[in-house]
């Protein structure tokens, strides 16, 4: 089975702090993205990743960076935390075939004070 | 950008019961996906339909691309398909399968 992992369920950081979310998979997926989800609002695109040190921003990138150093983990940076990215963070990875579908981590629920 | 619009936003059944879920969607896209978020957060693939019907025991799906919806039905409701429906469309857009996510479909199933 694929297994996609976050590195924390739950996250409380106070406001200006820099915060990182990791994500990693185990299926040798090429491609790797970072959602956030808010209630009423759906899951929307932060950035997403084809490869090893490339990156591309999604729908909603301000205030966001993302890292890809290994082909197995996607981070998400925060670089000053805001009260406004408090939400449900998704991690998801596919491969390239034109059939496969996006495999999503069981989330990060981040609230920052 | 593509719109994906959802409805309804909230369903209520009693255990039993059938539902049909509704996308639709503003322009043409390459690929249609329905996910299932269950109520501690993970979302699982139920559907890979670009076009036409799919079945998967109590659940099946149609999309008609050429008139940009697709509907999702879940015949015999139990408690456990509560959660959210999301539909989520996928543009060309040179890589990397990016997905668009309608604002989901809340189902609450009581007994």
């Known amino acids: 089975d694929v297994k996609v992992t976050q590195s924390s369920r739950y996250l409380v950081k106070r406001t200006g702090e820099k915060v990182f979310l990791e994500c990693v998979q185990d299926?040798?997926?090429?491609?790797m993205f970072w959602y956030r989800q808010d209630p009423g609002l759906g899951l929307r695109l932060i950035y997403f990743s084809y490869d090893v040190k490339m990156k591309e921003k999604g729908d909603i990138p301000e205030g966001y960076s993302v890292s890809r150093e290994k082909k197995e983990r996607f981070s998400l940076i925060l670089e000053s935390a805001s009260t406004n990215q408090t939400s449900m963070y998704l991690c998801a990875s596919s491969s390239n075939g034109n059939t496969d579908t996006q495999y999503f981590g069981p989330g990060t629920r981040l609230t920052v004070l | 950008g593509i719109q994906v619009e959802q409805s309804p936003p909230d369903l209520i059944l009693q255990e039993g019961a059938n539902s049909t879920l509704r996308c639709n969607f503003s322009?043409?896209?390459?690929?249609l996906q329905w996910f299932h978020q269950n109520p501690w957060g993970q979302l699982i693939n139920l559907f890979y339909?670009?076009?036409g019907t799919k079945q998967n025991g109590r659940l099946s799906a149609t999309t008609v691309a050429t008139e940009r919806y697709s509907l999702l039905y879940i015949s015999s409701s139990q408690t456990t398909d509560s959660g959210v429906y999301f539909c989520a469309v996928e543009v060309l857009t040179g890589g990397g399968n990016k997905l668009t996510f309608g604002t989901g479909t809340q189902l609450k199933v009581e007994l």
């Open positions: 339909i670009p076009s």
């Open positions: 322009d043409s896209v390459n690929n």
């Open positions: 299926m040798d997926h090429e491609n």
